[in-house]
Nanobody, 120 residues
């Protein structure tokens, strides 16, 4: 079972930093990957960063070289370190965990979302 709880959002000035945390009450190894998505009203939900069970990572072009996804397996927690924040990074950030069942169907779990606001 996967239950995700996010923390760490808030308001920061452009150029600043924030770190988001996503605690999984299950085990990170119960997922095939965990990541962060963001949503801004009027736009599609966007993948920000993913860390796969093997440890490899993937970033959207808009955050590469500014954001870093990492995990602490012992704490079942995934982090998103966000540096050099821009106004356009303002969004609700959602933690995601997913796994593929034996049939190959993907199952997604989502956290409640945390607001990140970057002011100019």
């Amino acid at each position: 079972q996967v239950h995700l709880v996010e923390s760490g959002g808030g308001m920061v000035q452009a150029g600043g930093s924030l770190r988001l945390s996503c605690a999984n009450s299950g085990s990170i190894y119960s997922t095939n990957g965990m990541g962060w998505y963001r949503h801004t009203p009027g736009k599609e939900r966007e993948m920000v960063a993913v860390i796969y069970s093997g440890g490899s990572t993937k970033y959207s072009d808009s955050v590469r070289d500014r954001f870093t996804i990492s995990r602490d397996i012992a704490k079942n927690t995934v982090y998103l370190q966000m540096n050099s924040l821009k106004v356009e990074d303002t969004a609700v950030y959602y933690c995601n965990g997913y796994f593929f069942d034996r049939s190959g169907d993907r199952h997604d779990y989502w956290g409640q979302g945390t607001q990140v606001t970057v002011s100019s």
